[in-house]
């Protein structure tokens, strides 16, 4: 099993950053995918959340309007495209895949926002 994200950068503040998460080794079609970020010093949160179709997602409210979640399940990818980028965006980002009880984690992929 593996999850391997990318897309990650630096941006200026109200730049634009599209991250991508490449799925393999389980049937990523069966499951909810999710982003989440973790600031230095803070506590993982959640981003945004896809259900296996695609056609319902999800967003925390400090990312709203600002981010969007999809996902290929003919590529077996999740992407997170996030426009208006603020510094308070900067972490790092990570994607995640759920179905009961199995959980998946990829290793993450920095964003930084700064000028």
């Known amino acids: 099993v593996q999850l391997v994200e990318s897309g990650g950068g630096l941006v200026q503040p109200g730049g634009s950053l599209k991250l991508s998460c490449v799925a393999s080794g389980f049937a990523f079609s069966w499951y909810d995918m999710s982003w989440h970020r973790q600031a230095p010093g803070k506590e993982r949160e959640l981003v945004a959340t896809?259900?296996?179709?695609?056609?319902?997602?999800n967003y925390a409210g400090s990312v709203k309007g600002r981010f969007t979640i999809s996902r290929d399940n003919t590529k077996n990818t999740v992407y997170l495209q996030m426009n208006s980028l603020k510094p308070e965006d900067m972490a790092v980002y990570y994607c995640?895949?759920?179905?009961?009880?199995?959980?998946?984690w990829g290793q993450g992929t920095q964003v930084t926002v700064s000028s």
């Open positions: 995640k895949a759920t179905m009961s009880i199995y959980t998946y």
């Open positions: 896809i259900n296996p179709s695609g056609g319902i997602t």
